[in-house]
């Protein structure tokens, strides 16, 4: 299982994004941690604290947008939707007792993080930072 390094692979140069995504990250990556070094952890709680903080950060991702009036907001919203869907589907089943691979588990969040911040997020900043540009000059 591996961590997520806290880098410019994924820092978009937004504060809030960034400091909410980092707080995502080290959430996923104490889970990482914990496991690696053999700490009794309740693996569901941790996953039901993901799956809410990540809900939380959509939301305030979304205030963003709808301030800025982005225009891809629609798309962003329904990415948000079905990415929240599934790892909210995964959860329960985990908690369910169905899916109990845990390896696999954590290599989807891993993946579903970073395909969240390099994907739609990273085009919502360059948005922002080109209206910046704009209206600067
Ligand atoms: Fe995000």
């Known amino acids: 299982m591996e961590r997520i390094e806290w880098d410019g692979s994924v820092q978009l140069g937004h504060p809030q994004v960034d400091a909410e995504h980092r707080q995502i990250v080290e959430m996923y990556n104490k889970l990482i941690d914990d496991r690696t070094a053999g700490v009794e952890v309740d693996l569901g709680e941790s996953l039901i ?3 809410n903080y990540v809900k939380t950060h959509f939301d305030s991702e979304e205030g963003l947008m709808t301030a800025a009036g982005y225009p891809a907001h629609g798309n962003h919203h329904k990415a948000h939707e079905a990415l929240l869907k599934d790892v909210e589907n995964r959860v329960q089943s985990f908690l369910a007792g169905e899916d109990a691979d845990v390896d696999e588990l954590v290599g989807f969040l891993r993946s579903w993080l ?18 910046g540009a704009r209206a600067a000059s």
């Open 114 to 131: 970073i395909n969240h911040i390099q994907g739609h997020d990273a085009q919502f900043v360059a948005w922002l930072k080109e209206q």
């Open 49 to 51: 604290f993901l799956a």
